[in-house]
């Protein structure tokens, strides 16, 4: 993740639904330049999208499980 989270130009932090967050980061310039999209709620990550900027499509995208009970 840190990779595609260097060069911050912009950020910025919106409500998703009643429960939920998603933090926009703008990263790059020019061919390089991607957004960062992570959507997250009070416990934990729940999902993350890189945008290629230049051709407007998602080039990755993490969906992050709850495993926080898998050991018990």
């Avoid at 939920?20 to 934990?44: E, H, M, P, S, Y």
Wanted: with cysteine; charged share 20%.
């Amino acid at each position: 993740m840190v990779a595609t989270l260097s060069d911050v130009n912009t950020a910025s932090l919106a409500a998703y639904g009643g429960t939920q967050f998603v933090l926009i980061l703008n990263c790059g310039d020019a061919a390089a330049a991607t957004q960062v999209r992570i959507r997250f709620d009070k416990n934990r990550a729940l999902e993350r999208e890189v945008t290629a900027s230049e051709a407007g499509m998602v080039s990755e995208r993490t969906t992050y499980e709850d495993l926080s009970g898998a050991f018990n």
